[in-house]
């Protein structure tokens, strides 16, 4: 069992940064890929990055790549998101998550931090 703390969102102008943290617990996740979603009002979940157990591989979607790196410290057990040059539309929840099987769908999912954008 793996819990998942994600932390770090709050509201920002337009054009502002935020870095989210997701902190796991329960059993090591360094070996792992994790990555981080988000939801906003109305929208389905989406992908927004995942990264590899060593850092070395990163995916990014479109609409963030630029702006937002993924990052993890394995010794912390914790993953991180750095959002730059923020725009309203990234007003969501954000999730962290981790995958336990190479290849598999999402194993464990955090309780999400509300980013809000103003423009």
């Known amino acids: 069992q793996v819990q998942l703390v994600a932390s770090g969102g709050g509201l920002v102008q337009a054009g502002g940064s935020l870095r989210l943290s997701c902190a796991a617990s329960?059993?090591?996740?360094?070996?792992?890929?994790m990555g981080w979603f988000r939801q906003a009002p109305g929208k389905e979940r989406e992908f927004v990055a995942d990264?590899?157990?060593?850092?070395?591989?990163?995916n990014y979607a479109d609409s963030m790549k630029g702006r937002f790196t993924i990052s993890r410290d394995n010794a912390k057990n914790t993953v991180y998101l750095q959002m730059n040059s923020l725009k309203p539309e990234d007003t969501a929840i954000y999730y962290c998550?981790?995958?336990?099987?190479?290849?598999?769908?999402?194993?464990?999912w955090g309780q999400g931090t509300q980013v809000t954008v103003s423009s």
């Open positions: 998550a981790v995958r336990l099987v190479v290849g598999g769908s999402w194993t464990y």
């Open positions: 990264i590899s157990w060593s850092g070395s591989n990163t």
């Open positions: 329960g059993r090591t996740v360094s070996a792992y890929r």
